[in-house]
């Protein structure tokens, strides 16, 4: 096969790829419906590349309808960010400057920082395509291919490292980070600014999250790979518990181990004594690995240890993802709930001013994931027991223990709002009945509740059970989230040193009324998950994945990224597919 007729084949399969192919999944974004598409002019007379381009994208113009019917919820597709490109500017092609490409092929392989792999972007094909394109006489045709999948490559990849690959209201169904306000043809628009101007690199540089946490993660990943190149951290033999006072060949690796993980400095590996400042590296470790602090390396704290390189890559990796879906809600006034971390923060102007422990749901009763507003406080509430609470917590007690109601002052209320006595009711099939405790210091809701609006009866709120602040691992409630010093929470809300100081807020409790008093102005309330924290040092540490999340996201993040064919139906990726990728 010759050059040309082997140039021809590469660039038609090329472009034949990318014509039928989307963008990498990513969120969904409730826009206005975009505009009809509007062609300036035809190709020009004389534009044989630019007459190629048209005619290669004519099948795209009767694919998209002249208006969107739903005004919500599109979902800006890169084939029709491509094709208004090209018709805006007269299908004129926009990599004549080989500058552009050397740039475009360089960012792409610098994607791996971010997480994302290279080859999903077809990298080596356009390695190969421009080179024939350098060593024989490209036809028209064959400029117009190439044109069009560097165009299509140059769009996906931004738009993965501005929003994302995986679609996270694919994996989770209360999924509702919509970016309200931030139109995703905006940014589409800045990228075809840059590549007119020539300034490919810069559009790269600018498009993933710019906030310094999306920097550190970046750092801590690049460490992790050259741990993992080096021959990743020394194991410890499990199966045993390391002490503080031991002088063991074990103790020598879990010496190694800490100071490839950066708890103690270099100097201190060639020993194999369980000094003080071993036990203080561990007890480091420990805490921020939500692990017991007691200094002692047992089983679960080897086990932590132990765990490869590899997985700590890819559990950065996961959370890079969640940060390009998540980073551009972090701004201005608003509460964030780190699920996994066990934590609440309030920020102001986008600066932490305030961090508190919190209880989430077990395991089994996980806190969902979602977004809200915070608009009003509940002060001395009462507790409307949750069917489900009802039926697998409460009734096994009060069948155990016919004084259990009257002892938690629990009432019980029928249909018509009738308080019954509950030695009457038949606990072994009850009806129409609602489990409601009076408001007081032992109520399970506690002084206060934060409500915010959503359809899974989730709040922040204050508890009795204070103890399991102490706890490392605070997956302890039924779903809803406990505070431990939620009148501080409270008082920040409201944001009124007047009204609603510390005294005005310890006046509003001492009543005793359940009364229910709105916020003056709504604050955001994000409830998220983070499997990895950055220490006071800048480094990545890692946390237990509590309910799980992170295997549906590692494995979407590593699969080819999926195409629609023209009439919407799912296929799968060909070997020359970009893939799909929907903003």
């Known amino acids: 096969m010759g050059q040309l007729t082997r140039l021809f084949v590469i660039s038609r399969i090329f472009f034949m790829g990318f014509l039928i192919s989307g963008m990498a999944v990513a969120q969904t974004s409730p826009i206005e419906p975009p505009s009809p598409v509007s062609v300036v002019a035809d190709a020009a007379p004389g534009d044989y590349v630019g007459q190629a381009i048209q005619a290669a994208l004519a099948p795209l113009s009767s694919a998209f309808p002249p208006l969107l019917t739903s ?7 890169v084939n029709r960010a491509v094709l208004d490109f090209y018709s805006h500017r007269g299908y004129r092609a926009a990599w004549t400057d080989d500058d552009d490409v050397v740039q475009l092929l360089k960012s792409l392989s610098d994607t791996g920082v971010d997480g994302l792999d290279p080859e999903d972007f077809r990298i080596s094909e356009l390695v190969t395509a421009r080179n024939s394109m350098q060593t024989t006489e490209p036809t028209p045709g064959q400029r117009a291919a190439f044109d069009i999948s560097a165009t299509q490559t140059f769009i996906t990849a931004l738009l993965q490292l501005r929003r994302g690959k995986v679609d996270p209201s694919r994996l989770d169904i209360h999924w509702n980070f919509d970016p309200v306000g931030i ?12 590549l007119d101007s020539h300034d490919v690199a810069r559009a790269f540089a ?3 999250p710019q906030e310094a946490i999306y920097g550190t993660l970046r750092q801590g990943l690049a460490q992790l790979r050259r741990v993992r190149d080096s021959g990743g951290w020394p194991k410890i033999p499990a199966g045993q518990t390391l002490r503080p006072g031991m002088d063991d060949a074990s103790v020598a690796q879990l010496r190694a181990r800490l100071v490839a993980g950066g708890y103690l400095t270099a100097k201190m590996n060639a020993r194999s004594d ?19 602090a007691d200094g002692v390396a047992g089983p679960a704290t080897l086990a932590a240890l132990n765990v490869p390189v590899e997985a700590r890559i890819d559990q950065v990796r996961v959370n890079m993802e969640r940060a390009r879906w998540l980073l551009y809600k972090l701004q201005g006034t608003f509460v964030i709930v780190d699920i996994a971390g066990y934590k609440v923060s309030f920020y102001r102007d986008g600066k932490l001013i305030w961090r508190s422990r919190v209880q989430v749901g077990k395991p089994y009763r996980s806190t969902p994931i979602f977004q809200s507003e915070i608009t009003y406080v509940t002060f001395n509430p009462t507790w409307t027991v949750p069917p489900t609470i009802l039926v697998k917590d409460m009734l096994p007690k009060i069948r155990n223990n016919p004084g259990y ?13 009738n308080v019954l006595d509950p030695l009457t009711v038949d606990w072994d099939n009850p009806r129409g009945l609602t489990l409601r405790q009076d408001a007081g210091s032992d109520n399970s809701l506690g002084q206060v509740v934060i409500r915010f609006p959503n359809d899974y009866a989730i709040y922040l709120h204050d508890t009795p059970h204070r103890e399991l602040f102490a706890q490392s691992n605070r997956a302890t409630s039924s779903g809803c989230i406990r505070v431990e010093n939620p009148l501080q929470l409270v008082e920040l809300l409201f944001n009124d040193p007047v009204r609603w100081n510390s005294e005005g807020i310890q006046k509003q409790l001492a009543n005793g009324k359940t009364e229910n008093i709105r916020l003056p102005v709504k604050v955001p309330v994000l409830l998220a998950y983070w499997t990895v924290d950055l220490s006071l040092d800048g480094r990545v540490t890692f946390k237990p994945d509590v309910y799980g999340y992170d295997k549906p996201v590692l494995r979407a993040l590593n699969l080819p990224s999926e195409r629609p064919t ?18």
């Open 183 to 194: 139109d995703p043809r905006e940014d589409v628009n800045l990228f075809f600014t840059a």
């Open 71 to 77: 005004p919500r919820h599109q979902r800006v597709d």
């Open 405 to 417: 109601l009257n002892a938690n002052r629990i009432r019980v209320i029928d249909r018509e709002g």
């Open 566 to 583: 023209l009439d919407g139906r799912r296929a799968a990726p060909p070997s020359m597919a970009v893939g799909q990728n929907k903003l």
């Open 206 to 208: 600018q498009a993933p």
């Open 274 to 292: 369980y000094d003080d400042t071993v036990t203080a590296a561990v007890k480091k470790y420990q805490a921020e690995q939500y692990l017991g």
